[in-house]
């Protein structure tokens, strides 16, 4: 096992490696100078070419290939992206150009908003999902199977964004029950633990807190739960039906199991090999979707500042972000291929 | 004196979108306790379809049992509601499948699932069942069998897989053992081992054996009496010596070949017979072999034979001209 | 009673079937389906609407504005309120709203066939390249081509450095040369030295006039990559770092992915749909990788490597009509998927540029208005979205059932 874990390892390296060079590729593809965006469109060119000479801007790309022929190899070296990589080693994410507040600073709060919102997301979408997966599976061609599979393929067809804006039309204008966007009420007090306020609120002992916390995260929540729970439902039935026709099935049921032992002990195990693969990519799915999200109920989470960020040329927030999103996104596929490797003994053992 | 088993015109149907699939069609016959009975036929003939329909494991949709009586110790199976017929499943009648790759769970370690066999159907501790789950392996011929109860399937190789499949349907020592084709996956050597492994283990637990096979070397061996299948239907049945010696129907003697043997060593598969056997969905009017018999005259054709009894219970042939077949069969 | 012979056997076969195309089988099965033939209908519906609305209900959404009519909410008949019919009520501009959704039809529509040509045809050739190489040996010719392309692709970098050209022609023709002579000391460890020692020099040496260090950095990969191509590299080394290259990609949130690309290029609903096209390249890619690794071992393909077919035809030919099905099945699954992407980009203001009539920046221009009760401005334009996307999904769900007879009941 522990093999096993080492192997993958390795082999998200690269990927890793891939990634952070699309993210500092992306940085500097983007049209527009990131000091003429600081300083703005009257600055002198004195103070701009200062600035650049501080953020290191005026270095080549990849490599220097004049200090090369001038014999300097640590000066061949010394290029924007080696500076990138080396930030990042040391967890430095430098600070918003607009804002001058620390990257890193900001991501500590919103990186647990946007996680909070995911998680739920992702607990709702499981939750519902795999049961009418595999209730659509058992009762195959039936009338709550063919219901059960339009439904998540609406599901599925749902722009997330629209559903949002419905729901605060019905539940927030037209109902009034629920806060039409934000994390948190006035005059609500959270203690930040966790930054989880789900959580927090609990540790806190305060009920009143958790009711708001989550008067103000389900609509968003159930928004963007809607493609995953289709998604995943999809998949625990296709996977179910694959697994019922299999031989060691008819085995379990031949010794005497019933059926529903045959079901959850026999089947869903092996039926939730794809299911997990599926739900680990929707988790992608979800943190993109924030951005949608989180702009409708202006929730503050990484989504949308990152988006902001790219609009306005910002880079070491479009920088950190994505950085985090995307190693978010990395590290929950790692974990599903440990999962993976759980569940499956073929693969532990090989 | 009521038998072990008891099938009384048996019909499974499955209903497909291509039309209604004639799988099992008026199958009747008996089966004494601590009996070897042999079930021979081409592939395709209902042999495992009947099988499944005594254990009720027909997939439903498409399949359905739709007519007949399964009598286990006098009792009808198709009466039982799905909670009574789990508690003869795996008690009474255990069944092993003919791919030992895929029958058993990837899952789950092997001493796992015979555990769970034992566990379901004895009221034992963990410990107990664990414990037997590993005497039953050693029954079977596993060596190191405690260690091996906590390996997964795929650890073992194919004749191991089968001989694990073997002990969880002995686990609950059922008096019925069905066996589908359980060697057809395993390579000859290991063939013969299982085989040897059945017979021994008849011998020591007693419990009676349904052997479907493609092998005529072995059920001749070790079958007391044979069941031939064409289409869905038995088409001759009776006493090893009377199938092999004393052959009456042309599908028989197809499937024999020009010279079968008693001493026939295991191995020897069925004989070809030309032509391919009919679509079950469109069943002929008359006898379904017809269409590929030698000796088929209009009356053939038009009306389907009825089983006749030629020497008591212990021969009995579907065929309208299995008096006159009699006359020509060189075995005599 | 002795005195019947077998006659001449005369075997009738009843067991023959009446034959039946594939794909006709297929297309029964689809038309049988319930939810298929909804999906038929709304993909219909939609696809239909949008080219005649585009070809035959004249529409100029610059000079389509009309305040006295803002945020009037839908009406069957005239009034004298509002004099014209507006089935969903109009914007905040007094546009119909009904008119611009049909129009945004059309934009839907380029949106999805233009982002799903770009992914499918560059991740459909990638994976099927992939997939193939990755099982199939190379002819000579192939392996000459790889060896020559990485040795161009390695020698980039000295030629860069020391500012002329000849070194990456130099590590082409180191490569070609490895190819060409793939048993010259073959495993043995010389062959590797041999090759790390030529690359060193062929770097090396014409950069001798460009600076010392030049020469021992350009020498250094030069034995690198001399060493690289030293080994037998296969079908398997392209598989792989093009599967890798997709795995990049694929590890970045769709969206965001798509933003950023968008940001690059600058807002406009072409560069909208490039942007989801390149987004969605590695799933194609992975499809139909995966799909070729599952016809490949087919006595069909080896049947056609055995008579010695052109890897091109078989490719095209034995291998490309074999796969179809799935990738019929994502091509459908996908439109509906470049659709919601094209309207997520446009909510966001990066897809079309107003006042085009686009489903996403119609949604994006009026949500604001919600809260004052304009509920018609969004749910219109939404239900446009969802309806289309789930018609896709519907037929792309009802062409798996119909195109993969295993799951058939
Ligand atoms: N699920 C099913 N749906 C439709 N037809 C079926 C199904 N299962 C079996 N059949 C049909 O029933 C007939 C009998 O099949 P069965 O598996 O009993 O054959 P068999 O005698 O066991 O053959 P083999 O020796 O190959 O195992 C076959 O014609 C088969 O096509
Ligand atoms: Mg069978």
């Not at chain 2, 090893?240 to 042309?250: E, S």
């Not at chain 2, 030629?310 to 299995?322: E, F, L, M, N, T």
Request: aromatic residues 8%; proline residues 5%.
């Amino acid at each position: 096992m522990s093999n096993y874990i080492i192997r993958r390892i390795i082999s998200v390296l690269p990927t890793l490696i891939g990634v952070t060079f699309v993210i500092f590729m992306f940085q500097r593809l983007i049209p527009g100078d990131p000091a003429v965006a600081m300083l703005g469109e009257h600055a002198t060119e004195e103070s701009i070419e200062r600035l650049r000479e501080q953020f290191g801007l005026n270095r080549p790309l990849f490599l220097d290939r004049e200090a090369l022929a001038d014999g300097d190899l640590a000066g061949f070296f010394d290029s924007q992206y080696v500076r990138y990589m080396k930030r990042l080693f040391s967890l430095d994410m430098g600070e918003s150009i607009h804002r001058r507040i620390p990257v890193a600073e900001t991501l500590a709060i919103r990186f647990p908003a946007t996680i909070e919102l995911a998680l739920l997301s992702m607990f709702i979408a499981i939750i519902i999902g795999i049961p009418v997966g595999i209730i659509s599976a058992a009762k195959r061609n039936s009338a709550i199977d063919s219901i059960s599979m339009v439904g998540s393929l609406v599901g599925v067809s749902m722009p997330i964004f629209w559903l949002g804006l419905m729901e605060i039309m019905l539940f927030a204008v037209l109902m009034q029950w629920l806060p039409a966007g934000g994390r948190l009420g006035t005059g609500i007090e959270i203690k930040p633990i966790t930054n989880l306020y789900l959580v927090d609120s609990l540790l806190m002992g305060n009920f009143q807190a958790f009711k708001d916390v989550f008067a103000h995260i389900i609509m968003p929540a159930i928004a963007l739960a809607t493609i995953p729970m289709g998604i995943i439902a999809r998949m625990t039935r296709s996977s179910m039906l694959d697994v019922l026709q299999e031989d060691y099935v008819r085995t379990a049921r031949a010794k005497g199991l019933g059926r529903g032992l045959v079901l959850f002990r026999h089947a869903l195990k092996n039926a939730s090999l794809p299911v997990v693969t599926i739900i680990g990519l929707q988790m992608g799915t979800l943190l993109a979707g924030a951005v949608l999200t989180e702009t409708i109920f202006s929730w503050p989470g990484i989504g949308r500042w990152v988006y902001d960020g790219i609009l306005g040329r910002d880079y070491p927030i479009v920088q950190g972000g994505t950085l985090v999103i995307a190693l978010v996104f990395v590290g929950v596929n790692f974990f599903v291929d440990i999962m993976y490797a759980l569940l499956d003994p073929r693969i532990r053992y090989d | 004196m009521t038998s072990l088993l008891e099938i009384k015109n048996l019909k499974t149907r499955f209903f497909t979108a291509d039309g209604v699939v004639k799988a099992v069609n008026d199958v009747s016959y008996s089966m004494e306790s601590g009996e070897i009975l042999g079930i021979v036929g081409e592939s395709g003939c209902g042999k495992s379809v009947h099988a499944l329909s005594i254990m009720q494991l027909i997939p439903d949709p498409p399949g359905k049992i739709t007519n007949g009586e399964v009598l286990f110790e006098g009792r009808n199976l198709l009466d039982l509601d799905e909670r009574d017929m789990r508690k003869v499943r795996g008690r009474d009648i255990a069944m092993i499948f003919q791919d030992p790759m895929t029958s058993l769970n990837p899952v789950f370690t092997v001493g796992y699932q015979i555990v769970e066999a034992l566990r379901l159907h004895n009221d034992m501790t963990k410990k107990e069942a664990r414990k037997r789950a590993g005497e039953l392996l050693t029954l079977v011929g596993i060596p190191g069998a405690e260690t091996r109860l906590d390996d997964y399937p795929h650890q073992f190789s194919g004749g191991m897989r089968q001989r694990a499949m073997i002990a969880m349907g002995l686990s609950c020592e059922p008096k019925l053992l069905i066996a589908d084709e359980p060697t057809t996956a395993l390579d000859v050597t290991i063939q013969a081992q299982i085989v040897d492994l059945v017979k021994k283990l008849q011998q020591e637990l007693g419990m009676a054996i349904m052997w479907i096979t493609h092998d005529l070397g072995v059920v001749a061996e070790m079958a007391e009496r044979i069941n031939v299948m064409y289409a869905g239907s038995i088409i001759e049945r009776g006493k090893v010596r009377n199938i092999y010696k004393k052959t009456r129907h042309p599908y028989t003697m197809g499937l024999l070949g020009s010279l079968p043997r008693l001493d026939d060593s295991p191995g020897t598969k069925l004989a070809s017979v030309p032509g391919l056997p009919p679509d079950l969905l469109a069943l002929p009017e008359g006898c379904a072999f017809a269409a590929r018999c030698a000796y088929r005259n209009d009356h053939c054709l038009a009306e389907k034979p009825p089983l006749v009894e030629i020497d008591g219970p212990d021969h009995i042939v579907a065929c309208w001209r299995w008096e006159e077949i009699a006359g020509i069969n060189k075995n005599e | 009673m002795a005195n019947i012979t077998p006659e001449e056997v005369i075997v009738t076969d009843f067991a023959v079937r009446e034959h039946r195309s594939l794909w006709i089988d297929a297309w029964r099965r689809l038309i049988s389906s319930n939810t298929a033939r909804l999906g038929m209908f709304i993909v219909a519906l939609f696809v239909l609407s949008a080219i005649l609305a585009h070809y035959f209900w004249e529409y100029d959404p610059k000079v389509d504005l009309d305040y006295t009519l803002k945020l009037k909410p839908p009406t069957l008949v005239a009034n004298e309120d509002v004099p014209s019919v507006h089935l969903f009520g109009t914007d905040k501009l007094g546009r119909d709203i009904f008119r611009r959704v049909v129009h945004g039809g059309w934009n839907s529509l380029r949106v999805g066939i233009v982002a799903v040509g770009i992914s499918l045809t560059v991740g459909g050739l990638i994976g099927l390249f992939a997939g193939f190489y990755e099982n199939i040996n190379m002819t000579s010719l192939e392996r000459i081509f790889l060896f020559g392309f990485t040795g161009l692709i390695m020698g980039i970098l000295p030629a860069w450095a020391a500012a002329q050209p000849l070194q990456a022609v130099l590590m082409a023709g180191l490569g070609v040369a490895a190819a060409y002579f793939p048993n010259f000391h073959k495993d043995s460890i010389n062959r590797l030295w041999i090759f790390a020692a030529a690359g060193g020099v062929v770097t090396a040496v014409p950069s001798l006039f460009a600076g010392s260090l030049v020469t021992l950095v350009c020498g250094v990969w030069g034995i690198l990559t001399g060493a690289l191509l030293s080994r037998p590299l296969e079908g398997k080394f392209f598989s792989n770092v093009m599967m890798r290259l997709m795995d990049i990609v694929l590890s970045f949130p769709g969206y965001l992915l798509a933003i950023a690309i968008v940001a690059f290029l600058g807002p406009g609903l072409e560069k909208g749909m490039i942007a989801i096209g390149i987004v969605s390249i590695p799933v194609y890619a992975r499809l139909t990788r995966s799909a070729v690794l599952a016809v490949i071992q087919k006595e069909y393909i080896l049947a056609a490597q055995a008579v010695g077919e052109k890897h091109g035809r078989i490719i095209f030919r034995h291998l490309t009509p074999n796969i179809l099905s799935p990738i019929i099945v994502q091509t459908t699954m996908g439109l509906a998927n470049a659709i919601l992407s094209a309207a997520a980009l446009g909510f966001l203001g990066l897809g079309a540029i107003p006042p085009e009539p686009e489903w996403g920046a119609m949604l994006g221009d009026s949500y604001r208005y919600l809260t004052s009760g304009a509920w018609w401005a969004v749910l219109f334009p939404g239900l446009a979205i969802m309806l289309s996307v789930l018609g896709f999904n519907l037929l792309g769900d009802g062409l798996r059932d119909a195109l993969d007879p295993k799951l058939r009941t």
